[in-house]
């Protein structure tokens, strides 16, 4: 995977760097029993009041149906493409398999088309593979972890991630997350191995306003150029610098930890993630 950059014949062009689709996507339209329609909200809820402000417009988009839970075990499936999705930074990987079926994954590094993975306890852990991490060897590099058993990958599936199997304890897997942080997932959990690709998704610049309005994001108005009944920091007579930095609820916006100290699940974590 490489970026291209561009001559700076435009102001847009000029800090333009975005990714290369030629040599990487193999497919341009989409399997179409697994796609659906997918509506745009605006930042509307059901009653048609804006909830999420700085949102609406953008492109159409249509949702491919990503097979998260890999439970088609000791099916042998073939990699028939790997295509662009336009709802992740990830790429995904069309699978025929051999009893008929087709399913999406996300697409790791080294994936390639006419490649043959599998899913289940006694497959070889191999790039592309999805087992128990029971079954996977200690200091393997692993992405689309489950966090409870069948419930499907939570963790680790945006472009270039990846966490690492550290260690076992009992009836738990010590896993190392990509923000830093190291906790305990069930033996049971599923993972699948390799590194997400795409990863030089980072490295992409959007150039101009106009491409984040294509993604369906609309310009964010600043708290200090409010007025005081808008936001906190809003007001005063020529430039603030607007007091201590806060949300429009009020909440302070730097520092302040909003994770509930009671939450069950943190008996599960070893160490917290690295500022």
């Given at each position: 995977m490489a970026v291209r950059k561009f001559k700076p014949t435009t102001?847009?062009?000029?800090?333009?760097?975005?990714?290369?689709?030629?040599?990487t996507i193999t497919a341009t339209t989409p399997e179409k029993s697994l796609t659906v329609g997918k509506r745009s909200t605006g930042g509307r809820n059901s009653s048609g009041h804006l909830s999420t402000r700085y949102r609406g417009g953008g492109h159409k988009r249509k949702?491919?149906?990503?097979?998260f839970k890999r439970t088609n075990d000791g099916v042998p499936a073939t990699v028939k493409s790997i295509e662009y999705d336009p709802n992740r930074s990830a790429r995904i990987a069309l699978l025929y398999y051999q009893d008929g079926s087709k399913a999406y994954i996300?697409?790791?590094?080294?994936?390639?088309?006419?490649?043959?993975?599998?899913?289940?306890?006694?497959?070889?852990?191999?790039?592309?593979?999805?087992?128990?991490?029971?079954?996977?060897?200690?200091?393997?590099?692993?992405?689309c972890i489950e966090l409870r058993p069948g419930q499907g990958a939570s963790m680790a599936r945006?472009?270039?991630?990846?966490?690492?199997?550290?260690?076992?304890?009992?009836?738990?897997?010590?896993?190392?997350?990509?923000?830093?942080?190291?906790?305990?997932?069930?033996?049971?959990?599923?993972?699948?191995?390799?590194v997400v690709g795409n990863s030089d998704h980072a490295l992409e610049q959007s150039g101009k306003a106009g491409r984040s309005r294509w993604l369906g994001r609309r310009p964010h108005n600043r708290g200090v150029v409010m007025n005081p009944v808008d936001h906190p920091m809003g007001g005063g007579e020529g430039r603030q610098s607007g007091g201590h930095p806060r949300s429009?609820?009020?909440?302070?916006?730097?520092?302040?930890?909003?994770?509930?100290?009671?939450k069950h699940s943190s008996k599960y974590i070893i160490e917290r993630r690295k500022k």
């Open positions: 102001p847009g062009q000029r800090h333009k760097v975005i990714g290369v689709f030629k040599g949702l491919r149906l990503i097979d996300i697409a790791p590094n080294g994936l390639e088309v006419g490649q043959t993975v599998m899913s289940g306890a006694d497959v070889a852990p191999e790039v592309g593979n999805t087992l128990p991490l029971s079954a996977i060897p200690v200091g393997t590099l692993i992405h945006s472009a270039g991630t990846f966490a690492q199997l550290t260690s076992r304890e009992g009836d738990y897997a010590i896993i190392k997350l990509p923000s830093g942080e190291t906790r305990k997932v069930l033996l049971t959990c599923r993972a699948t191995v390799g429009r609820t009020g909440l302070y916006a730097k520092g302040l930890k909003t994770r509930s100290p009671k």
